[in-house]
């Protein structure tokens, strides 16, 4: 008899000890960053709760840069948000609680995870992003070529969000749907049409 509540003992130790596994964000087969992996701050201020209905798709704007490892990519990118700054055009951004987007995918592939989906994100243009799952793509597609690595894990990446977050074909969009803007440039809206079929015919 005491051996076996000696035995009881030890499992309820054993098994009070462990920690669920944390659910990541996107497949297993697509290298991810985590916000702990990359060191990201606290958000700066309040952010608004919202609920996924839609999956829209931004480009940064930017060069392409695949020497540069994505932690930095993510710390700067933060450090931008969360500062009042001047745009090139001119306009003055205010501080953001957090980095705009939800998840980032660099030239290279890799995926990191930008604010936290359960918040709305936020946008320098005249839409209001409550509601959007928002995936920013790093390169300027008005000039630059989505690569191929961007390209394999944006066919993996997008149904597999659409499929977890109950998020339909025809509410897979870009950035230009909603607001003046050319964002995500020509060379990746062009390819909305392939990930809306991607995620009409998957099972």
């Known amino acids: 008899m005491k051996q076996a509540l000696f035995f009881a003992l ?46 829209t798709i931004h480009h940064t704007a930017t060069r392409q840069l695949p020497e540069k490892p994505l932690k930095e990519k993510m710390v700067l990118l933060q450090k931008f948000s969360q500062e009042e700054s001047v745009l090139a055009s001119g306009k003055t951004k205010p501080v953001w609680t ?21 918040y709305a994100g936020d946008s320098n243009t005249a839409y209001d992003p409550a509601g959007h799952l928002l995936v920013v793509v790093e390169g300027n597609f ?7 690595e961007q390209l394999v894990t944006l066919e993996a990446l997008v149904p597999a ?36 079929e991607l995620v009409a015919h998957q099972k």
């Open 142 to 148: 008005e000039e630059e070529e989505i690569t191929p």
């Open 10 to 55: 030890i499992a309820v130790l054993f098994f009070s000890c462990q920690r669920p596994a944390t659910q990541q964000l996107v497949p297993e087969n697509i290298a991810y960053l985590s916000r702990a992996d990359w060191g990201a701050k606290p958000a700066v201020l309040p952010m608004r709760p919202h609920d996924l209905t839609r999956l």
């Open 161 to 196: 969000l659409a499929k977890r977050y109950n998020i339909p074909a025809d509410s897979i969009g870009g950035h230009l749907d909603f607001a003046m803007t050319l964002c995500p440039g020509k060379g990746l809206y062009e390819k909305l049409s392939h990930f809306r």
């Open 98 to 118: 957090d980095i705009p987007y939800h998840l980032y995918v660099d030239c290279n592939g890799v995926v990191a995870e930008g604010r936290e989906l359960a």
